[in-house]
């Protein structure tokens, strides 16, 4: 019976060592009453908070929400096959961190979905999105993904925002849930690196995303950012 589940391993191996992936890093190690969010209670997050932020902007855009919400899905999948997360202040310090991730799914989804062309490209779409707004990282990818991400951005480019979006507006939840709220500096940390980027979408940049990371919201982060 397990032969005809292609994917049960990848099934598996996901679930278990995203269980064991702990975020957030060093502000762990200075805060004991911070709670251990691991990469699984992650992916809910941010899998709920898509679903009604997808929703709501449809009432003002058109866009592909099924592939937004695929690539919010497996878009960690490479952290659960390296056993490893990388905090948003460490990302850009070794440019061929997203690459690893991105070609050792790619083995992975080629052995599992390569008999299917169609769905194997499906899949390695929905994993890239993550990176068509970030094009400084592109040159460092294989040939055949940078064939990929120009697809995307010349035909998925608000796509590719919206997850932006999506991703940069989940990570504030955690720094308000209630055994967060006292680390001034994880809030500080957090709002500093997003604020810009959340104001620019919600310029007009992706319509109706005003509607969710509102002028007020802005000017309360603002007035924590200079306190």
């Not at 905090?87 to 790619?106: A, G």
């Not at 006292?182 to 690196?193: D, E, R, S, T």
Request: aromatic share 14%; hydrophobic share 40%; glycine share 4%.
């Amino acid at each position: 019976m397990k032969l005809f589940f292609k994917d049960l391993d990848l099934w598996e191996l996901i679930q278990i060592n995203h269980q064991k992936i702990i975020r957030w890093g060093t502000f762990l190690e200075n805060d004991s009453n911070l709670r251990h969010q691991n990469n699984l209670q992650h992916i809910v997050s941010i899998t709920h908070v898509s679903t009604w932020i997808c929703f709501e902007l449809e009432e003002y855009i058109f866009f592909d929400s099924g592939l937004i919400l695929s690539a919010i899905n497996i878009h960690e999948h490479g952290e659960a096959l390296l056993k490893r997360d990388i905090i948003y202040d460490e990302k850009n310090k070794n440019p061929l961190d997203d690459v690893f991730e991105y070609e050792k799914v790619n083995e992975i989804f080629y052995n599992i979905f390569g008999n299917n062309q169609i769905l194997y490209k499906k899949m390695q779409k929905s994993f890239l999105l993550q990176f068509v707004t970030q094009e400084n990282k592109w040159k460092n990818f294989s040939h055949e993904a940078q064939k990929i991400l120009f697809n995307l951005k010349e035909k998925k480019y608000i796509e590719g925002k919206i997850f932006n979006a999506i991703e940069r507006y989940e990570y504030i939840y955690y720094c308000l849930e209630k055994n967060s709220t006292n680390n001034k500096k994880l809030l500080l940390n957090v709002l500093g690196n997003q604020v810009k980027y959340l104001d620019k979408y919600a310029s007009g940049d992706i319509p109706g995303f005003d509607n969710i990371w509102t002028k007020e919201m802005s000017k309360e982060a603002k007035i924590i950012l200079s306190i």
